[in-house]
């Protein structure tokens, strides 16, 4: 079966100094920020392996290193619309993707419409194609700590 591929992601970053953070390309107050060389979106970042791991084609860091200084405090959705064109210009497009964020705080539920939305124009699909679940770790590890946060990510990719 060649006309489908599928791919898995995953990224975590530690809660640092700030006042926010992005989640699918969607501003959410937070009272801690993300330390991160580029915004830190985990929700896409995780896309984005799942992507590139759909594609052969390595992960997030080879593509965005976090040592090129073009990439600092980038805005992610630029490095999913990048991965979501390497995939249609090997003929393949995405059939959907799901997405789970896992952390105690912030409450992505409230977000979770405009995050599919913001996901769903970024790679060319109807919302109806992306899932946004949240997930917490009954206050065990660094999450369930509240020291960060950490997104998993599915992806199918069609002919």
Known sequence: MTGIRIGQGFDVH??????????????????????????GD???????????GALALGDIGQHFPPTDARWKDADSRTFLRHCVALAAQRGWRVGNADVTVICERPKVGP?????????????????????????????????????????????????
Do not use: P, W, Y
Request: glycine share 12%; proline share 0%.
């Open 14 to 39: 530690a809660f640092g100094d700030g006042d926010h953070i992005v989640l699918g390309g969607v501003r959410i107050a937070h009272d801690r920020g993300v330390v991160a060389h580029s915004d």
């Open 42 to 52: 985990v929700a896409i970042h995780a896309l984005c392996d799942a992507l590139l």
């Open 111 to 159: 977000h979770a419409g405009a995050i599919r939305e913001c996901l769903a124009a970024d790679m060319g699909v109807e919302m109806d194609a992306v899932s946004i679940k949240a997930t917490t770790t009954e206050r065990l590890g660094f999450t369930g700590r509240g020291e960060g946060i950490a997104a998993q990510a599915v992806v199918l990719l069609v002919r």
